[in-house]
């Protein structure tokens, strides 16, 4: 190689080496909307961690908080001030102007009710969102924020952390139960008289249901006792899946999977690690890990769960739910003018 070509390759690595050190160094920038969990220090901890080189930074966020939750109020201060004072995270006063200095949003409030509020807000800024469980307070609230996402084609999804424990995530058809046949789920399930029953606590379980057998449950039946809830699912394949909730006693997150090969014990819940990972792929991707029909059907199973309690353990058809919401967001639509 002559000296004049070599030359000419190291001025052109010089010149070069600004514009991919700038390229490398804009990390997509988040914020968090209700600072009332733990889930955001926590999350917080994880995307910021430089060690993880995620291309991606929790830059600001904006309190909110339910005064009438007591698992709210008493915390909402204290995690504000944690992200502030060590996270470096900037507080802001809101939603809109969050949304003013950040490529993506998670919506973390631990009350699923002022989810879909808070969210119109960041659909109308084109922002990508993350909504942290219970998606909402009710099934009509889920099935809206879907409908404006997706009228506004902004990417929008919602999971429990159980979902991506590899242990949990990999019993979905695995080399060593086959094809599953059904599935006994479980989880801690306390209740939260501002939720329907199971959204609160019981939605983790739920998912790990879900998440095992897939989509497509046609009817729920239910049962509860002061210590437990236990609800049966059929599937319109015919396949049954249950859930139970745990409110005494040994209290953890699994389930027991039925398949074509063998029956097996899932592996145990792994931490927010994996589902941080997902959301980071999220935001990057625009493309959401999670479809919107198989959340509609994991709340409309839990809403149904408790029209059956009302009905004293009476089958009720998801379809049937999931209809009554609709009719209700075109009413209050309507009612607005729209």
């Known amino acids: 190689m002559s000296r004049k070509v070599l030359l000419?390759?190291?001025?052109?690595?010089?010149?070069?080496?600004?514009?991919?050190?700038?390229?490398?160094?804009?990390d997509l920038r988040l914020g968090m909307i209700?600072?009332?969990?733990?889930?955001?220090?926590?999350?917080?901890?994880?995307?910021?961690?430089?060690?993880?080189?995620?291309?991606?930074?929790?830059?600001?966020?904006?309190?909110?908080?339910?005064?009438?939750?007591?698992?709210?109020?008493?915390?909402?201060?204290?995690y504000t001030k944690q992200l502030r004072e060590e996270c470096g995270v900037e507080i802001v006063e809101s939603i809109e102007e969050l949304c003013r200095k950040v490529d993506g949003v998670l919506l973390e409030s631990v009350d699923g009710r002022p989810h879909l509020k808070q969210v119109k807000p960041v659909i109308a800024a084109k922002k990508p969102v993350?909504?942290?469980k219970p998606m909402a307070g009710?099934?009509?609230?889920?099935?809206?924020?879907?409908?404006?996402?997706?009228?506004?084609?902004?990417?929008?999804?919602?999971?429990?952390?159980?979902?991506?424990?590899?242990?949990?995530?990999?019993?979905?058809?695995?080399?060593?139960?086959g094809e599953v046949l059904g599935c006994a789920a479980f989880s801690p399930c306390s209740l939260e008289e501002h939720h329907p029953d199971l959204y609160w606590y019981g939605v983790h379980g739920v998912e790990i249901l879900f998440t095992?057998?897939?989509?497509?449950?046609?009817?729920?039946?239910?049962?509860?006792?002061?210590?437990?809830?236990?609800?049966?699912?059929?599937?319109?394949?015919?396949?049954?899946?249950?859930?139970?909730?745990?409110?005494?006693?040994?209290?953890?997150?699994?389930?027991?999977?039925?398949?074509?090969?063998?029956?097996?014990?899932?592996?145990?819940?792994?931490?927010?690690?994996?589902?941080?990972?997902?959301?980071?792929?999220?935001?990057?991707?625009?493309?959401a890990p999670v479809p919107p029909e198989e959340t509609i059907d994991i709340f409309a199973f839990m809403s149904a769960a408790d029209e059956s309690k009302a009905k004293g353990g009476a089958p009720v058809s998801l379809a049937s739910v999931i209809e009554k919401a609709k009719e209700h967001n075109e009413l209050r639509r309507s009612r607005k003018g729209r």
């Open 8 to 26: 000419t390759i190291l001025l052109m690595a010089v010149l070069t080496l600004p514009f991919i050190t700038q390229v490398e160094a804009k």
């Open 138 to 177: 009710n099934l009509a609230d889920v099935i809206e924020i879907f409908r404006l996402a997706k009228e506004n084609n902004v990417p929008c999804w919602s999971s429990s952390s159980l979902r991506f424990s590899p242990g949990i995530i990999g019993m979905r058809n695995s080399a060593e139960t």
């Open 130 to 132: 993350f909504i942290d």
């Open 212 to 287: 095992i057998m897939g989509p497509s449950c046609e009817s729920v039946s239910r049962i509860q006792t002061k210590d437990t809830e236990f609800v049966a699912g059929l599937w319109k394949d015919g396949r049954i899946g249950t859930y139970r909730g745990l409110r005494k006693g040994k209290r953890d997150y699994g389930a027991l999977v039925y398949g074509t090969k063998g029956i097996a014990q899932s592996g145990r819940y792994a931490g927010y690690g994996h589902l941080v990972d997902e959301i980071i792929k999220f935001f990057k991707t625009g493309k």
């Open 34 to 78: 209700g600072l009332d969990t733990s889930h955001v220090i926590a999350f917080t901890r994880l995307i910021n961690d430089p060690e993880k080189n995620y291309g991606c930074r929790v830059v600001v966020g904006y309190s909110g908080g339910s005064p009438d939750v007591p698992s709210s109020a008493n915390r909402v201060d204290k």
